[in-house]
């Protein structure tokens, strides 16, 4: 059987493609606002775990469109969505969001960024990967900026967009997004023990303006198990919530 991650509808099958399943991906999948949406794009689909995860959320006749410009994660998701049940939802297409031309107007976007910075290159840990994992990982592919400017040439008027980024990062985020005139909605910052440092954040952004809710999440309690809140934000896709 293929390397992957069980879920309660579906399995994702992650042998394949540079990034496997992790906590930032079923964080955001969890999280992102899923009602209204009807024309979903994930960019940089990878093992096409947001894709899967959206389909689950979403309305039964929301339509999901996968891209990704490493034709490994191309395959992967096209596997995995073939072997979901909602096969006829999602439509994956190899290339990059600035090639992009939608049949129809994008009203979702969702997007588990490359967030690393070329400073992280020419580390020990950065040479010991492979090119495609240090691809899929690094924003040479895909800079915020890019992610904001091209995300507004694809979306509706009233489209929502949803990434996650290292909370470090969080001003120049939030910079890039309204130079492109996406205004920061919603916010989760996520820590993984109490007292600890944040080192991912989650950020909805929307073409209008927005109430600015910030929320925090803590993965795991003091005894290094899963919060309630944790748990009742994931409880839909792990097996043991």
Not at 41 to 58: F, K, T
Not at 104 to 123: A, E
Request: with cysteine.
């Amino acid at each position: 059987m293929a390397r992957g991650f069980q879920c309660k509808q579906f399995f994702i099958a992650h042998d394949l493609c540079a990034m496997k399943v992790n906590t930032d991906s079923l964080i955001l999948g969890s999280w992102a606002t899923s009602k209204g949406a009807q024309q979903i794009l994930d960019v940089g689909c990878g093992s096409g775990i947001l894709s899967l995860m959206m389909c689950q959320r979403s309305a039964d006749d929301a339509q999901v469109l996968a891209i990704d410009i490493a034709q490994d994660a191309i395959v992967q998701t096209r596997i995995n969505a073939d072997n979901s049940p909602w096969s006829d939802r999602i439509q994956v297409r190899h290339c990059g969001l600035a090639a992009l031309t939608p049949s129809q107007p994008i009203d979702t976007i969702i997007c588990n960024p490359p967030y690393f910075s070329d400073t992280n290159v020419g580390n020990a840990a950065h040479l010991a990967q492979s090119a495609s994992r240090q691809a899929a990982r690094h924003q040479g592919c895909l800079s915020s900026q890019d992610l904001f400017m091209h995300a507004t040439n694809v979306t509706s008027s009233t489209a929502r967009l949803a990434c996650l980024y290292p909370t470090s990062q969080r001003d120049i985020i939030i910079a890039h997004a309204t130079q492109h005139d996406w205004q920061l909605d919603r916010e989760l910052t996520v820590f993984n023990k109490q007292g600890g440092r944040s080192h991912v954040s989650a950020f909805e952004f929307s073409k209008q303006h927005g109430r600015r809710r910030k929320e925090t999440l803590i993965i795991r309690d003091e005894k290094n198990s899963y919060t309630d809140h944790y748990k009742a934000l994931c409880k839909d896709f792990y097996l043991a919530f």
